[in-house]
């Protein structure tokens, strides 16, 4: 993903937006961001019942749980 270009790591969640990839720390889990406003982060995940529209990050700033975003390079946005 990152090797290729296609994605790259983001430090700053506050540039997060939809088609973002988040990656949680502690375990090998992966979610599409759904909403990104600068403040509020939503996204949807698979499991054993499929979630859309869970909160990373609520309109008060706060953190649901540790993860690494990937953002879509400029490359494949065209």
Known sequence: ????GY???ET???KVFAGSIMNWTATSHVALVTYGDTVKIMYAQ????NNKNN?????NGVY???VNFYM???S???
């Open 1 to 4: 993903m990152t090797g290729k």
């Open 7 to 9: 994605f790259y790591k």
């Open 12 to 14: 700053n969640d506050s």
């Open 46 to 49: 698979h499991g054993a019942v």
């Open 55 to 59: 909160v990373y990050r609520d309109a």
């Open 64 to 66: 649901v749980s540790n």
């Open 72 to 74: 879509p390079s400029t």
């Open 76 to 78: 494949i946005m065209n």
